[in-house]
């Protein structure tokens, strides 16, 4: 029995080499060409053995598969030569689509006058919308009130000013003015405003003056100078010095206008006064070198002196003793005049 293949609908023998033949039969070494036919032939599978039958189905089917796509590759290529063709005379045509876009452009005045067209129609149409509403607007009943004047009156009086009017509060901190008065508004006084019912009140804004508080501390009185300075200045306070002779200690305050546990406003300053000691008519300066820094101090203040700038220098003199006085010893100084001294901190 002969098998035969047909590719591609047409009737066409399956064609082997002589040489795959003679392996498939049984042969080791395929013979010479000499004595092998030069063309291809016929294939009788019934000289073969089963298996050899099998493996020239096999190698039928190969072959035709191989055809086949043969077949398809040359299709392929022949449809990319035509579309790569029909590419390049697509691209060939470009300018000439430019061309007629250009021509095209110049025939485009009646779009462009209809789109102008439709925008005048809408901005007439707003125009309208807009003059409508205002009438409508206008029609409706109203009521005119005058704005108050509500400048240097004090915040809490705001309360009184009617239904009319609705108060916006801005606070500033303003010494010049008591704290809670208004400085200012908007709108300003007298300007008349229309109440219409569907709208509300009427909105004025004012600014009103919050001053900060201080408070004046306790415990200056019998202070020393440096101590009852240094609390004012840590509250916040300014304040003047007074100095006068009088029986308490020298360098002490013996009075503060206004007294401690007063509420100040900022910027408001206090009077401290301190004591000269007892009113002398002049005293001898005396010798405050070798003196410790505390011994000095003392003699000073008990002499109704003031203590001036104290200077820390390198000196060969034992840490902390005074090393001099800015008035020599023995000259005749009033009281309340002010002492300076140098301090030696030792040699380092």
Not at 5 to 20: D, V
Not at 197 to 217: A, F, L
Not at 247 to 270: R, W
Request: charged share 25%.
């Amino acid at each position: 029995m002969k098998y035969r293949f047909r590719p591609s609908g047409k009737k066409r023998s399956l064609l082997i080499s002589a040489n795959t033949v003679l392996r498939l039969k049984g042969s080791d070494k395929p013979k010479k060409a000499s004595n092998l036919p030069e063309a291809r032939e016929k294939i009788d599978f019934s000289e073969v053995g089963g298996r050899s039958r099998f493996a020239l189905a096999l190698l039928s089917v190969k072959i035709a598969l191989k055809q086949f796509w043969k077949g398809v590759v040359k299709k392929l290529r022949d449809f990319l030569k035509k579309s790569k063709s029909a590419a390049s005379c697509a691209l060939n045509r470009i300018p000439k689509k430019k061309k007629e876009k250009k021509v095209k452009s110049v025939n485009s005045l009646p779009l462009l006058a209809g789109a102008m067209t439709a925008a005048i129609l809408v901005c007439a149409f707003s125009v309208i919308y807009m003059v409508f509403g205002l009438f409508s607007f206008y029609g409706r009943s109203y009521r005119t009130v005058a704005v108050p004047d509500t400048v240097g009156s004090h915040y809490s009086k705001l309360t009184n000013l009617g239904e009319d009017f609705i108060i916006s509060v801005k606070s500033v901190n303003n010494p010049d003015f008591p704290d809670g008065t208004v400085i200012s508004q908007s709108p300003p006084a007298g300007v008349t405003r229309r109440i219409y019912k569907d709208k509300g009140p009427c909105r004025i804004t004012v600014t009103v003056s919050r001053s900060k508080k201080y408070t004046v501390p306790d415990g200056i009185l019998g202070a020393t100078e440096r101590d009852a300075l240094l609390a004012l200045k840590n509250a916040g306070i300014p304040y003047k010095i007074n100095r006068e002779f009088s029986d308490s200690v020298p360098n002490s305050v013996t009075s503060i206008v206004p007294g401690s546990g007063t509420i100040l406003s900022a910027g408001e300053a206090v009077t401290v006064t301190v004591s000269l000691g007892k009113q002398i008519d002049s005293v001898f300066m005396p010798d405050l070198t070798g003196l410790s820094e505390s011994e000095a101090v003392e003699q000073i203040s008990r002499l109704g002196l003031i203590l001036g700038r104290v200077v820390y220098v390198e000196s060969s003199q034992k840490a902390g003793t005074v090393t001099s006085q800015s008035i020599i010893k023995s000259t005749p100084v009033s009281p309340g005049t002010e002492i300076s001294i140098t301090v030696s901190i030792g040699r380092n």
